[in-house]
């Protein structure tokens, strides 16, 4: 089983994705295994009851349950929004709540954010943590932050610190 990690924003020139692909970067320095997951599989109308009742969920949303079964753990790097979760991200988490089997029931949920801004998202992983403790995730106590995020601090993110953050849950 790998880790599984995720990029909460779609944007080309997502700054969260990049801090996933760092992540990425440090977790094949130090042997760690993952699978890289495009934030477009986060794609799906906004949650709906009579859209659920007439169509059922996504398939989109199925093959994220499935992902996300799957793996050891899950990194999930996501932007802040007005102090917040982006819907992006609460909309695949409430999706994939509805699909049989508990996906997020005692799953390791890792958090990271990056933000242009000073406080690096921090308020908006505060949130998700207890989204996710809602869907009886487990989350760990070590977020990956990148404040002041651009292509020079990301890639400064220390490598000793990202494998610590990694094997959290291990
Ligand atoms: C609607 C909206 C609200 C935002 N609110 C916050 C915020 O509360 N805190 C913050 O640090 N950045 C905020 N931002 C800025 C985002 O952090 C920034 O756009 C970031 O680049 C988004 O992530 P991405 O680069 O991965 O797409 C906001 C951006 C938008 C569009």
Redesign the pocket.
Known sequence: MSILLI???R?K?????KVKHRIAEVADKFGISYKLLDADALDAPIYHGDFEDAEGVPESMQVLAREIQAASKVVLVS??????VSPLVKNAIDWVSRVKGDAWKDKKVLLGA????G???I??LMHLRDILGNVQAWTAPNFAICPN?NDQTIASMDENFLQGFLVQGD
């Open positions: 990029g909460g924003s944007r020139d997502s700054l969260n994705s932007p802040e929004y007005n102090s917040s990056a933000s242009p801004g406080l690096g998202g308020r908006g995020a």
